[in-house]
């Protein structure tokens, strides 16, 4: 064990005591069955959709219990942040709906970043070493990767411990000339895990579990020739969930094997450990196989693709909370989103992350939305993502609500063909004649009929068109007439050498004269939306079409 002069020598002189930290920051005060969660992103890349996942469970259960909901940002890997990714985390946290419930300005428990907090680490691993159970040690990286080869030779398990812990035991005098000479050393907790070949513990979502304690001298102080000096995830997490008073845990599976660790941890400094609750990963189907869904290769596994494709929010919250209960996808949005997410009911088979399911909830919540609902979602979504969209949108706000009428207002069954916002441009683009290219070739493809027919019908429509949408039918049947179409495809089914085609095909000349398309919603109520103006500026398009006045 160390001299306390030694000791001393390794920490600036002012740092405090822990019980300074323990007076900063008190227990919270909470009812009986109130949890304080937390949701730690790492800024080392992009978020993952897993993270909102789990951030959604986060929230749901601080606030249901009556709890408190953090957000800690844990960025003591400072080789690794990748620039702009806070940005991307405080983006995802406004659109999801899963910011904090304090943060530095407003919560007494900050910093709530990992890199501010040097100060508190230190205080806690220097009580280690004054307790012996922490040392220094300087072991170089070339060390470790020889000593890591020899235990493969030898057929050890891999790890700082036992025989291979060379400056666990080492005499203070010899650790006084390594300092002396400065060099660089981590700082390593003492494990007692030799003693105990088992450890269980209480998951929260998988029950009782059970297995090898930590044997391994962990890291829990980084390089001394770093600044600042900062901790590890094992020994900061421990720290700052004990300060922060957060007692529960909610984390991806592959920390269950860090359990031992931060149990031995948690003894050592005297806390009391908080409960884990450890969620299987979102998946994704891959052929006949299931695989995790990954960064690497599955863009609907980052927080921006949502973000970018304007997907619905409350329809996304509604599909994950699904994904962590399945009694909630059985239930209807409102009251699914209102409903408690249950940790027991989390199973331990990693959901199944399905955009076609996915975009049919959004279809269907869409559909629930009034038009001037769509158009502010659309539009606050299009200012970032499509300006020109944006700009149209809000110089032609009476054209666009006229367009979000259609088919979706007073009927039963409303249009389900906008799913995310990023869907406006193919499904009501054609609305709009500043996002609107016209027609001008007759043989283009899309009319399916001779060019010099796809110009008779075009000219027929012009000269007799009349803006009264009751008749509008009617002025189609009288165009397929006088140029020879038959009345219907049954007749024409019946003797097609004697019609140029049904009048199916005539007023799929107008249907792609007016959008654009061979697929969009009844012509009578498109035309009245662009109004009779925009039909016949449409229609002229057509090379060898001359001017008409609507008649009236």
């Not at 329809?315 to 209807?332: C, I, K, M, P, Q």
């Not at 038009?371 to 539009?379: A, K, M, S």
């Not at 219907?488 to 003797?495: A, I, P, W």
Request: with cysteine; hydrophobic share 40%.
């Amino acid at each position: 064990m160390l001299s306390q002069e030694l000791i001393d020598s390794l920490f600036p002189p002012d740092l405090p005591e822990p019980e300074h930290w323990e007076r900063r920051y008190p227990p919270r005060g909470l009812p009986a069955g109130a949890e304080v969660t937390r949701f730690s992103p790492s800024p080392t890349g992009y978020l993952h959709i897993g993270g909102v996942y789990t951030a959604t469970i986060d929230v749901d259960i601080a606030r249901h219990s009556g709890g408190r909901y953090l957000v800690r940002v844990e960025d003591t890997d400072q080789a690794r942040v990748v620039e702009g990714a806070a940005e991307q985390f405080a983006e995802a946290f406004g659109y999801f709906g899963i910011g904090p419930d304090e943060d530095d300005a407003t919560g007494g428990y900050g910093p709530y970043t990992q890199s501010a907090r040097e100060q508190v680490y230190l205080s806690y691993v220097r009580e280690l070493l004054c307790e012996g159970m922490a040392y220094p040690c300087f072991e170089t990286r070339q060390e470790a990767e020889d000593r890591a080869a020899r235990q493969r030779a030898a057929g050890a398990l891999p790890g700082y411990y036992g025989q291979w812990a060379i400056w666990r035991d080492a005499p203070e005098e010899r650790v006084a000339e390594q300092l002396a000479e400065s060099v660089p050393y981590t700082v390593r907790f003492r494990s007692p895990g030799l003693a105990a070949p088992r450890v269980s513990f209480t998951d929260a979502i998988r029950g009782e579990l059970a297995m090898d304690d930590n044997r391994n001298d962990a890291v829990i102080l980084k390089a001394s020739d770093t600044r600042p000096r900062l901790p590890t995830y094992h020994f900061a997490h421990a720290v700052d969930d004990h300060l922060m008073r957060v007692s529960l845990v909610i984390r991806g599976e592959e920390w269950i094997s860090s359990v031992p660790l931060h149990l031995q941890l948690f003894q050592a400094l005297g806390f009391e450990h908080v409960r884990y609750a450890h969620i299987a990963p979102l998946m994704k189907q891959a052929g006949g196989s299931r695989r995790k869904l990954s960064k690497r290769h599955d863009s609907e596994a980052s927080v921006s693709f949502y973000i970018e494709q304007g997907y619905p929010v409350r329809a996304v919250e509604y599909y994950l909370r699904g994904l962590a209960n399945g009694r909630l996808a059985e239930t209807l949005l409102e009251q699914a989103l209102a409903e408690p997410i249950r940790l027991a009911e989390l199973g331990t088979a990693g959901p199944l992350v399905d955009l076609v399911k996915l975009d049919d909830i959004c279809a269907d919540y869409v559909a629930t939305l009034s038009g001037r609902q769509i158009l502010d979602e659309v539009t606050a979504w299009a200012r970032r993502h499509d300006p020109e969209l944006a700009a149209v949108l809000e110089t032609e706000p009476d054209l666009a609500l006229r367009a979000l009428a259609i088919e979706r207002e007073g009927i039963a069954n409303p249009r389900k063909d906008l799913r995310k916002w990023a869907d406006f441009r193919t499904v009501y683009g054609y609305f709009f004649p500043g996002l609107f290219q016209p027609v001008t070739d007759p043989a283009d493809p899309r009319f399916g009929l001779d060019s010099d027919l796809v110009r008779a019908v075009a000219a027929a429509f012009a000269d007799g068109y009349h803006p009264d949408a009751d008749d509008w039918f009617g002025q189609i049947r009288r165009v397929a007439a006088g140029l020879g179409f038959a009345p219907s495809r049954k007749v024409y089914k019946q003797d097609p050498a004697a019609y140029p085609g049904s009048i199916v095909e005539a007023s799929q000349v107008v249907r792609v004269l007016l959008t654009g398309t061979q697929d969009s919603p009844g012509l009578a109520p498109v035309a009245t939306a662009l109004g009779p103006d925009e039909v016949l500026r449409r229609v002229h398009a057509l090379g060898g079409q001359r001017e008409v006045s609507p008649r009236v």
